[in-house]
T-cell receptor, first 115, second 115 residues
Framework: DQQVKQNSPSLSVQEGRISILNCDYT??????FLWYKKYPAEGPTFLIS?????DKNEDGRFTVFLNKSAKHLSLHIVPSQPGDSAVYFC??????????????FGPGTSLSVIP | EAQVTQNPRYLITVTGKKLTVTCSQN?????MSWYRQDPGLGLRQIYY???????DKGDVPEGYKVSRKEKRNFPLILESPSPNQTSLYFC??????????????FGSGTRLTVV
């Protein structure tokens, strides 16, 4: 049973428009959420994160929204650029101060931004 | 340049022929981990290591072995590869096990095909 779900395997968006990538989780213990971006032939790289004490975090064109009651988060990219075309992984974790943080990755959403 | 280096990038092998995928990091990170990426399943953890001589199973350890004799190296060993181990493999490292505080640095991946 997948604890982190990204129900859209792919998404196409016109350049300049908004991209919205969605992620749902089932484990109520998760208290920290991250988005990773992956280009072909490269490893994933960190994009943006949010902790459960917030409902929004913004970094330039990227904003992550968290709805804890719905166990749902979304990544907004505004405006979308062709260079944003990549696979985006949602990840959720439980912060454990003194030991290893267990992190679960979603299956990924492939975003294509069309010029 | 701070990085995680995996070798080889691509590997085609036959069922039952032992192989090793190497992983090395130059950041003096304590924590290292192996993931496999499969379509629709995202990144699933195989094994991790909190420090030298300390390793533990992740979510999908069957058919794999690891060792951590030196801080910088964390090889993944497939003693008797089978076709269901055909996948894209990523090595990752972090300053400590606290993924949520320190983040992961990923290698560029190893595409393994077992025929």
């Amino acid at each position: 049973d997948q604890q982190v779900k990204q129900n859209s395997p792919s998404l196409s968006v016109q350049e300049g428009r908004i991209s919205i990538l969605n992620c749902d989780y089932t484990n109520s213990m998760f208290d920290y959420f991250l988005w990773y971006k992956k280009y072909p032939a490269e490893g994933p790289t960190f994009l943006i994160s949010i902790s459960s004490i917030k409902d929004k975090n913004e970094d330039g064109r990227f904003t992550v929204f968290l709805n804890k009651s719905a166990k749902h988060l979304s990544l907004h990219i505004v405006p979308s650029q062709p260079g944003d075309s990549a696979v985006y992984f949602c990840a959720a974790g439980h912060f454990m101060k003194t030991s290893y943080d267990k992190v679960i990755f979603g299956p990924g959403t492939s975003l294509s931004v069309i010029p | 340049e701070a990085q995680v280096t995996q070798n080889p990038r691509y590997l085609i092998t036959v069922t039952g022929k032992k192989l090793t995928v190497t992983c090395s990091q130059n950041m003096n990170h304590e924590y290292m981990s192996w993931y496999r990426q499969d379509p629709g399943l995202g990144l699933r953890q195989i094994y991790y290591s909190m420090n030298v001589e300390v390793t533990d199973k992740g979510d999908v350890p069957e058919g794999y072995k690891v060792s951590r004799k030196e801080k910088r190296n964390f090889p993944l060993i497939l003693e008797s590869p089978s076709p269901n181990q055909t996948s894209l493999y990523f090595c990752a490292s972090s300053l400590r096990g606290g993924f949520l505080n320190y983040g992961y640095t990923f290698g560029s991946g190893t595409r393994l095909t077992v025929v």
